[in-house]
């Protein structure tokens, strides 16, 4: 960091030059440094963290009391509070493409529900998504995938959407896109036990 005096023949200069020096002050004295440019912080495998991370957080709070109690054990092993136990189990697991569980261990031996979804439209630059359950099963959440061809593999970077599946109702959810392109959407619900489904609903949606 370069200390500067009266900068750009100025008392003061703030911002960044030709997208390579930035000037600013700290605790009134004027500095100038190189332009850090950060990562691109919405690289499918950063979106997919993130979603993991807002799902198993919203879903703790809806995990039966029996089941904290057996995170609660596995915390006290390890000396942290029941909910780090269950966020850090979550996110190792999704490390193998492997769903949350509400339950501690993860047995990954219940059904997962139905839900499939049976439309997809755009909605300006919305991506509508209808998705529908017949039978509930262990039901407990979602995938849903985006890729640029019918025979893709869905993987954890695939993901776009991670939610909960609690009942029985039609669901509409919302996925923002830039453009109009052919896309190749599907479904894998998950148990509450962290079971994967292996039934794959999918769906093309054209310009």
């Given at each position: 960091?370069?200390?500067?005096?009266?900068?750009?023949?100025?008392?003061?200069?703030?911002?960044?030059?030709?997208?390579?020096?930035?000037?600013?002050?700290?605790?009134?004295?004027?500095?100038?440094?190189?332009?850090?440019?950060?990562?691109?912080?919405?690289?499918?495998?950063?979106?997919?963290?993130?979603?993991?991370?807002?799902?198993?957080?919203?879903?703790?709070?809806?995990?039966?009391?029996?089941?904290?109690?057996?995170?609660?054990?596995?915390?006290?092993r390890t000396d942290t509070s029941p909910y780090?136990?269950?966020?850090?189990?979550?996110?190792?697991?999704?490390?193998?493409?492997?769903?949350?569980?509400?339950?501690?261990?993860?047995?990954?031996?219940?059904?997962a529900s139905d839900r499939v979804m049976n439309?997809?439209?755009?909605?300006?630059?919305?991506?509508?998504?209808?998705?529908?359950?017949?039978?509930?099963?262990?039901?407990?959440?979602?995938?849903?995938?985006?890729?640029?061809?019918?025979?893709?593999?869905?993987?954890?970077?695939?993901?776009?959407?991670?939610?909960?599946?609690?009942?029985?109702?039609?669901?509409?959810?919302?996925?923002?896109?830039?453009e109009r392109i052919a896309m190749r959407f599907?479904?894998?619900?998950?148990?509450?036990?962290?079971?994967?489904?292996?039934?794959?609903?999918?769906?093309?949606?054209?310009?």
């Amino acid at each position: 960091m370069v200390k500067l005096t009266g900068p750009m023949n100025s008392l003061a200069a703030g911002g960044t030059l030709a997208n390579t020096i930035t000037f600013s002050t700290n605790k009134g004295r004027a500095y100038a440094r190189t332009r850090v440019l950060t990562p691109n912080p919405k690289t499918p495998p950063q979106v997919s963290q993130r979603m993991l991370w807002q799902f198993a957080s919203r879903a703790w709070n809806g995990v039966p009391s029996a089941d904290k109690e057996s995170w609660a054990a596995i915390a006290a092993r390890t000396d942290t509070s029941p909910y780090n136990a269950y966020m850090g189990s979550a996110a190792l697991n999704w490390n193998n493409f492997l769903p949350p569980s509400r339950s501690a261990p993860p047995g990954r031996s219940l059904d997962a529900s139905d839900r499939v979804m049976n439309s997809i439209t755009w909605d300006e630059h919305r991506v509508k998504i209808r998705t529908v359950a017949t039978v509930a099963n262990d039901q407990w959440g979602l995938l849903i995938h985006v890729g640029p061809t019918p025979d893709y593999t869905p993987t954890k970077d695939t993901v776009i959407i991670f939610e909960l599946d609690q009942d029985l109702d039609v669901h509409y959810t919302y996925w923002t896109y830039p453009e109009r392109i052919a896309m190749r959407f599907k479904t894998q619900p998950f148990s509450s036990d962290g079971k994967l489904s292996t039934f794959i609903g999918s769906w093309t949606l054209n310009p």
